[in-house]
Nanobody, 124 residues
Framework: QVQLVESGGGSVQAGGSLRLSCAASGFPYSRYCMAWFRQAPEKEREGVAAIEGTRGNTYYADSAKGRFTISRDNAKNMLYLQMNSLKPEDTAMYYC?????????????????WGQGTQVTVSS
């Protein structure tokens, strides 16, 4: 079965950096789109970044452009999110997600499988 396990969250001050990781198993990883979503308290879950399987094309929410970088290692079945210049408004639970398609989107409804999340807290 599909398993997604996030790690790397924590507490940092504004302007700091964090690198999130997601270990994936149970599906043809290199062929599937992978994405990061986040959900702040009392807010909707929103797409942050996504990366296609084979071609590796990337997609970012406007809030992430220029500060976050999504990457994947198909040999290790790993997904990463490098987050720089963090802001207090980046505080949220961050989720790794996948869908049974090479094609990516940042819409929550397009994703079938989710990890349990890792908390990111940015203080001012």
């Amino acid at each position: 079965q599909v398993q997604l396990v996030e790690s790397g969250g924590g507490s940092v001050q504004a302007g700091g950096s964090l690198r999130l990781s997601c270990a994936a198993s149970g599906f043809p990883y290199s062929r599937y789109c992978m994405a990061w979503f986040r959900q702040a308290p009392e807010k909707e879950r929103e797409g942050v970044a996504a990366i296609e399987g084979t071609r590796g094309n990337t997609y970012y929410a406007d809030s992430a452009k220029g500060r976050f970088t999504i990457s994947r290692d198909n040999a290790k079945n790993m997904l990463y999110l490098q987050m720089n210049s963090l802001k207090p408004e980046d505080t949220a639970m961050y989720y790794c997600a996948t869908r049974a398609s090479w094609f990516c989107s940042l819409r929550r409804a397009d994703y079938n499988y989710w990890g349990q999340g890792t908390q990111v807290t940015v203080s001012s």
